[in-house]
Nanobody, 113 residues
Framework: QVRLVESGGGLVQPGGALRLSCVAS????????MSWYRQVPGKERELVAS????????NFADSVKGRFTISRDNAKKTVYLQMNSLKPEDTAVYYC??????WGQGTQVTVSS
């Protein structure tokens, strides 16, 4: 079965950190670029970060540059999003997406004091 399963979301105070994980199954993970998106109610889903299949190149939205990093472990079929210096405006449901078009179910991140 082709699927992506995110985890690691939760409630964190402003300035805190979280690491999201996305585990893939059912396709050849190492062949495909991966991305993280986020969405808040009433707004379009936005691209947060992406990484090539080999992990040698990454891209970030301007709003998270310098605070978020994306990485992957092809042996574990997992992509990560390390989020530091979190702000209330980072509150959203975070989704991972494979280059094939597959989406995960999402994980909620809430940044609040």
């Amino acid at each position: 079965q082709v699927r992506l399963v995110e985890s690691g979301g939760g409630l964190v105070q402003p300035g805190g950190a979280l690491r999201l994980s996305c585990v893939a199954s059912g396709f050849t993970f190492r062949h495909f670029a991966m991305s993280w998106y986020r969405q808040v109610p009433g707004k379009e889903r936005e691209l947060v970060a992406s990484i090539t299949s080999t992990g040698d190149s990454t891209n970030f939205a301007d709003s998270v540059k310098g605070r978020f990093t994306i990485s992957r472990d092809n042996a574990k079929k997992t992509v990560y999003l390390q989020m530091n210096s979190l702000k209330p405006e980072d509150t959203a449901v975070y989704y991972c997406k494979a280059e094939t078009g597959i989406w995960g179910q999402g994980t909620q991140v809430t940044v609040s004091s």
